[in-house]
């Protein structure tokens, strides 16, 4: 497919509005993803940070 100018090619042709609608909810969608997933970890290595300051120190050698 050919545009003559740039109108053209955003309007697809008619079908401008579901294409770049698309485009527009997978990109938010996608950014989304990446966002929960950044937050999942940093609630997974709170947890885990908080995990390790609770439990009690070993002596080396230990006591036997």
Do not use: I
């Not at 955003?10 to 770049?20: D, E, F, Q, S």
């Not at 966002?35 to 002596?59: H, K, S």
């Amino acid at each position: 497919m050919t545009w003559q100018n740039a109108a053209e090619f955003w309007a697809m042709g008619g079908y401008g509005v579901y294409v770049w609608g698309s485009m527009g909810v997978t990109a938010a969608l996608l950014a989304l993803e990446v966002w929960l997933a950044r937050m999942g970890r940093q609630e997974a290595l709170d947890e885990v940070c908080e995990a390790m300051a609770a439990e009690p120190e070993e002596t080396p050698g230990g006591s036997a």
